[in-house]
């Protein structure tokens, strides 16, 4: 088990290194520039080094790319689908730069009047365009969504059949995101409905093919079809919900990924929080402060 969040880069690679020590993170997920902006910093090879070089160093791994929220792949909407892709393809030379294991993508929206169905096969083609694009770079991860406003996704048989109609499913992993998957409908407040996740991920795309768990309490109620991150334990998945989606055999193996609110205080509160829920026998040993950091 790797324990983190996804830390801002805000500042600059060095600075994300920074916020990365403080949290005691063990993994991390990062955006390569700003989420709602198209344009991106450029990021000097040296920098990218160094990043590489400070990460290593601690034994912090596997990091991840998540691509930016402006991304919609399934649009109908052809413009925006070609931006998002040739978007997608730069963030993929960049997380190869980074040597990140992925970029997640979410994996957009069809629109009031699209077709699931339709978004699917588009994405597909994003995919299949994303790894052409740029051939030793990292996989392109597919994560589920709540399934609000007809995004792709909230079911697992969608990122199954996603895999199923690319050209390179060797290079697609998934990632499940807990808050969105309990919007959905899957039921992670209960024990039956962790175990119903853990199946219904072996009966669709694979546990060998999920790569990490986005690991996060909702802040609205279960089956709403909404997206709202809220902190671990604190939620309507809550307690005894995430204790057992931390501790479950099928699951500890993953890198365990936060995206809760809040600043730097509610990032070490939810660490801290994570940790008493995962058993002794699980728990990931707590990487030290670096003395230039303790306050
Ligand atoms: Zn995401
Ligand atoms: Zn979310």
Redesign the pocket.
């Known amino acids: 088990m790797r324990l983190g969040f ?1 830390v801002s880069i805000a500042g600059g690679l060095e600075r994300c290194v920074r916020r990365t020590l403080i949290r005691r993170c063990t993994t991390l997920q990062m955006f390569s520039g700003a989420p709602v902006q198209w344009a991106r910093p450029h990021i000097s090879d040296e920098d990218c080094a160094a990043f590489v070089e400070a990460l290593a160093e601690r034994d912090i791994r596997p990091h991840f790319v ?2 930016k ?1 402006l991304l919609n792949v399934s649009s109908p909407d052809e413009e925006l689908r070609a931006k998002s892709v040739a978007d997608l393809c730069e963030e993929m030379a960049i997380a190869l730069k980074l040597r990140a294991a992925g970029v ?3 994996l957009g929206s069809v629109g009031d009047e699209g077709a699931v169905e339709e978004g699917t096969q588009r994405v597909a083609r994003a995919v299949d365009a994303a790894c052409h694009a740029v051939l030793d770079a990292p996989a392109v991860i597919l ?1 589920n969504s709540a399934g609000q406003g007809n995004i792709v996704g909230a079911q697992f048989e969608q990122l199954a059949e996603i895999v199923a109609a690319t050209h390179c499913p060797e290079r697609v992993r998934c ?1 499940v ?1 807990t808050a ?1 998957a309990f919007g959905a409908g899957m039921a992670l407040h209960t024990p039956e409905g962790v175990e119903e996740m853990v199946a219904r991920i072996d009966a669709t795309f694979g546990l060998e093919r999920l790569a990490l768990l ?1 690991v996060n309490d909702s802040k609205v109620p279960f089956a709403s079809g909404r997206d709202r991150h809220w902190h671990i334990g604190r939620g309507e998945i809550g307690r005894e919900g995430m204790t057992r989606i931390v501790n479950h055999p099928r699951l500890v193996h993953l890198p365990f990924v936060m ?1 809760t609110p809040g600043a730097e205080a509610d990032d070490v509160s939810n660490m801290r929080r994570i940790r008493r829920l995962i058993r002794p026998e699980n728990r990931p040993p707590l990487p030290p402060l670096p003395a230039d950091l303790r306050r």
Do not use: F, G, Q, S
Request: contains cysteine; negative net charge.
């Open positions: 996804h998540h691509a929220y997640v993508i979410h994560e990632c995101d969105h986005h995206e």
